[in-house]
């Protein structure tokens, strides 16, 4: 199980969004590279990346902020939010990043999503973001008719390296992941599926450790550790704990 911590960028800074709206934004640093440098000194061992403007703006925004991260780290990086071309995709992965996230675009062209998972193996994944059960789309702006399983599906045979389902009804509050509908996800695909949205404290991390859980290629913390809810340190050593166990 991985634990990715978060940065998620609007206007050049690290914020937070209180479920998904762009006005409920809480600044926790001012600059992302010192704080990606932290994280890496924490140990984290892999770090979650959303260009927050990019999302809405359908392109990339914060592209000097993630330029500056990936200068100031050496674990690998997944970036996420307006990648929605070929171009764009291409430019990312040249650039440093690991393993690019395609969300609005899923949706809308699912086909090149196949043709990027194709030339690009293990470095496509997909964001399955759900208010209600439904995937969000536009930044979370829009929900469509289709359902988190639909969407998965979709993909089943394309080769993309994970999904990442967010449900956006608890992403920055603190509620807890929503184990039950993201452990059902996986238990519906094939694909490696990591949870966002709501990671609150060590319970979060303790059931994410659960036998029923085991399929979860990990989780994204975010608010939890920039409030300190979350202790990295004891985070990180329960999870080494049970790679351990399970060795």
């Known amino acids: 199980m991985i634990l990715f911590p978060a ?4 206007d ?7 479920l998904g709206e762009m006005s409920e934004a809480t600044v926790f640093n001012d600059d992302p590279a010192a704080q990606a440098r932290t994280f890496e000194e924490q140990g984290f061992e892999y770090l979650h990346i959303v260009d927050l403007n990019g999302a809405f703006a359908g392109h ?3 592209g000097a902020a993630v330029e500056a991260i990936l200068a100031a780290v050496r674990m690998p ?3 996420g939010g307006g990648i929605r071309d070929l171009a764009t995709i291409e430019t990312w992965l040249a650039k440093g990043i690991r393993r690019v996230i395609l969300g609005t675009i899923a949706v809308r062209d699912p086909a090149l999503v196949r043709e990027a998972a194709r030339k690009f193996p293990g470095r496509v994944a997909v964001g399955i973001d759900a208010k209600g059960g439904k995937v969000a789309v536009e930044g979370w702006a829009e929900t469509s008719e289709l359902t988190i399983v639909d969407l998965a599906h979709r993909f089943e045979d394309a080769g993309v390296a994970a999904i990442i389902y967010t449900d956006i009804d608890r992403d ?3 509620k807890g992941l929503n184990l039950p509908s993201t452990a059902a996800l996986a238990a519906a695909t094939s694909i490696p599926v990591i949870a966002s949205g709501g990671l609150a404290s060590m319970d979060d991390v303790e059931a994410l ?5 085991a399929r979860l290629e990990g989780a994204i913390t975010g608010r939890a550790l920039y409030d300190g809810r979350l202790d990295a340190k004891a985070a ?3 999870i080494r704990q049970a790679r351990g166990a399970r060795a």
Do not use: F, T
């Open 209 to 213: 450790l659960r036998p029923e859980n």
């Open 60 to 62: 990339p925004v914060n």
């Open 77 to 79: 990086v997944q970036l």
């Open 7 to 10: 940065i998620d960028l609007k």
């Open 172 to 174: 920055g509050i603190l």
């Open 236 to 238: 990180l050593a329960r």
């Open 12 to 18: 050049g800074q690290c914020v937070r969004l209180k």
